[in-house]
């Protein structure tokens, strides 16, 4: 491959990445507001674990598409790096390639924490009253 086909493959892993990160976290917001406006942390069982699960799918099919995108973006920039005389675009993307791995590890065990600050809020919190 050449670089302007390196390039757009990275711009297209980096456009995933940023709409895996978008679809959990719209979810998260509404999920949480309809449950707070709805005095759903207290409320019925039932509600509590549907809105768990939803969040829960959410989340693994978001760091799903993650991972493979920041996984593809790292191979791109690794790929980019084998270019002779490579553009200023290309090199600063080389630079960067590593912040991939905060997509990968970092922002998952960031909504592994939200998620079961959500789990204690839906069913420990509620037993603690």
Do not use: C
Not at 2 to 27: G, M, V, Y
């Amino acid at each position: 491959m050449n670089e302007k086909d390196l390039l757009e493959l990275w711009s297209r892993a980096r456009l995933h990445i940023i709409l895996s990160q978008l679809a959990p976290t719209f979810l998260l917001t509404v999920t949480i507001t309809a449950l707070s406006l709805a005095g759903g942390f207290g409320g019925p069982v039932a509600v509590r674990i549907a809105s768990a699960g939803i969040l829960l799918a959410s989340g693994i099919l978001g760091f799903l598409a993650q991972f493979s995108s920041a996984g593809e973006a790292s191979a791109i920039a690794a790929d980019l790096g084998t270019i002779e005389n490579p553009s200023a675009v290309t090199k600063r993307i080389i630079g960067t390639a590593r912040w991939t791995t905060v997509v990968k590890f970092v922002t998952p065990a960031i909504f592994v924490v939200i998620y079961l600050a959500i789990l204690w809020s839906l069913f420990i919190s509620p037993l603690l009253r």
